[in-house]
């Protein structure tokens, strides 16, 4: 069994590096590989994970000059990965990649095949009125589409096994890859389980990127799921 942990990252100079030393160094139990989608990022990203790369040379980074979204930079770390086990992990500090080993456990363990981290189940800080609110609607049209009971439908920790992404063909390029991944699984019929975990929102000034835009960006991707309306 391999674990595959994806990080699509975009302008997290930052950021970045203290992450992947987060992931780097922590004992999974398990073969592991870590893959870096640096999606486009216009700052000094680029520059930081050439250095990073010397440091840690089993990394596999894949760069490109263009930015095309979070969905597009996440189905690449699909593709290109070889692990059973898929985790996202996002390039900010939002999310301790501590959590990991926790999260994955009852895959390794083939009690579950998808674990989602819910930060409404656990402890969540700095979190704004309206991202609280604009999850929780999410979540709560997500529920009543597809008769399941999430209280964290748009959390970055979704842990899935490969077989079961290997089943739902995903197309979304930006944030709304979060209510795509979801919405296909409920539709196929798989369980998502899910565990408590601790969480530390960012600001629009740190570097927050997603916006209301978004939300009913995933809107749409929900209902299109749904009822089975595509563009393609």
Not at 95 to 120: A, D, E, H, T
Request: hydrophobic residues 40%; charged residues 30%; aromatic residues 10%.
């Amino acid at each position: 069994m391999k674990l595959s942990i994806i990080i699509p990252v975009y302008n997290e100079e930052k950021t970045i590096r203290h992450v992947i030393n987060k992931v780097s160094e922590i004992d999974y139990n398990i073969d592991t590989e870590i893959i870096i989608i640096n999606d486009g990022s216009s700052d000094k990203t680029f520059n930081e994970l050439n250095k990073i790369k010397k440091k840690f040379k089993k990394l596999k980074i894949i760069s490109y000059k263009k930015n095309k979204g979070k969905g597009y930079a996440i189905r690449l770390g699909i593709a290109k990965s070889k692990g059973n086990i898929i985790v996202i992990q996002d390039a900010d500090l939002e999310y301790s990649p501590n959590q990991i080993p926790y999260l994955i456990s009852p895959l390794m363990m083939k009690q579950k095949k998808v674990v989602y981290g819910s930060r409404f189940m656990g402890e969540y800080r700095n979190m704004k009125f309206f991202q609280l609110l604009g999850n929780k609607i999410l979540t709560f049209l997500t529920n009543l589409l597809f008769g399941s009971n999430l209280t964290d439908m748009e959390t970055c920790y979704k842990c899935i096994h490969k077989d079961i992404l290997n089943k739902i063909d995903l197309f979304s390029d930006g944030f709304e890859i979060e209510a795509e991944i979801s919405a296909k699984i409920l539709k196929s019929g798989f369980e998502i389980y899910e565990l408590p975990i601790d969480y530390s929102a960012r600001t629009k000034k740190e570097g927050k990127k997603i916006n209301w835009k978004d939300a009913i960006k995933n809107i749409v991707i929900l209902l299109k799921v749904k009822f089975s309306i595509f563009d393609g």
